[in-house]
């Protein structure tokens, strides 16, 4: 057996001091995503996890935990103890809650602190090629001349993508059927399948199979356009105003959480997010605009998406499935 010399004992001791509490604590950092395995919260999740893991020096675990529009996983954060071991990854719908779900058993603004919003990508529409539709005025056009008759899915009711064909709908006076679904995954399919006329999507699910020619986009909601629909204007650029909607990706940590935790895991999360690497497959893959803001930054945003977003549930009576 070897036996450690007094030079790598004094080392070995000097390292654990200077690491993290966490790592001293012995234990993991778990990472909550209030979703499915499979989605693009936890695609960011897990893209972020090994350099977290490097930079917080303690193993980072990303944990599924699904169910109720995000609100299982958000409750559990929610409830954790505030030492800097659990964090939420959480995606836009986030800002619908506390409107979609009147009996939630925590207050997101009150039960969470903000600590950084990583980025956006734009919602996209998108059909079957052989679909009627070159641009959003094609839909208008199409659901005026038939009420009803034209058909979208999205990821769920009351979700984001959902809420902007609510606005669309009602800034045109038009009715189309929606058809919400439990994925991104499964919206897909049935629309690259023709059984749906058309989804609303982010443009990290919707753009792959753009680019593989199995769905056409044909309308992008962001505020610019994204670099690979550069083509292709925005709704506002093609006369549609007022209709913004993008996804987004946040950071969140139980209310009393130490700042120290906190500002550690924002220059963590900055850092590996600005790996080249990293970086290349955010931009690439999840189509994301990276924004990695200070915590202020994100409490701000998130204020401003409930207040638009959570107006919409209220007037339409909308309620989560």
């Known amino acids: 057996m070897i036996q450690p010399t007094r030079r790598v004992i004094l080392g070995t001791a000097a390292a654990v001091l200077a690491a993290p509490a966490v790592r001293a604590q012995g234990t993991s950092i778990r990472i909550v995503v209030p979703f499915a395995p499979g989605g693009s919260t936890d695609a960011v999740a897990r893209l972020v996890a090994p350099g977290l893991t490097q930079r917080l020096g303690a193993p980072v675990v990303v944990e599924n935990r699904g169910g109720a529009a995000g609100s299982i996983g958000t409750d559990a954060v929610a409830k954790a103890r505030p030492d800097g071991q659990t964090w939420l990854l959480t995606f836009d719908s986030h800002a619908t809650l506390a409107a979609l ?151 969140f940590a139980p209310h009393g959480t130490p700042q120290d935790a906190v500002t550690r895991m924002n220059a963590a999360l900055k850092e590996s997010l600005s790996d080249p690497q990293v970086r290349r497959t955010m931009e690439d893959v999840q189509q994301a605009r990276l924004i990695m803001s200070d915590p202020a930054a994100l409490g701000v945003f998130v204020e401003r998406e409930s207040a638009k977003w959570g107006a919409v549930v209220r007037e339409n009576n909308i309620r989560a499935e």
């Open 101 to 251: 779900l009147p009996q939630l058993p925590f207050n997101p603004e009150r039960d969470l602190d903000p600590v950084m919003l990583i980025g956006g990508a734009p919602y996209v529409l998108a059909s079957k090629p052989d679909k009627p539709f070159q641009n959003i005025a094609d839909v208008v056009n199409g659901a005026k001349a038939r009420p009803d008759a034209v058909s979208f899915g999205s990821t769920g009711n009351g979700t984001i993508g959902h809420l902007t064909m609510v606005l669309l709908q009602g800034k045109t006076g038009t009715r189309m059927t929606h058809l919400p679904y439990r994925s991104g995954g499964l919206a897909v399919n049935d629309t690259v399948a023709g059984h749906v006329d058309m989804m609303i999507g982010s443009a990290a699910v919707v753009h792959p199979h753009a680019r593989g020619g199995t769905l056409r986009t044909f309308a992008q909601f962001g505020p610019e356009r994204l670099p690979a629909l550069a083509s292709m204007p925005t709704v506002g650029q093609a006369g549609f105003e007022g209709l913004e909607a993008e996804a987004w990706w946040g950071v």
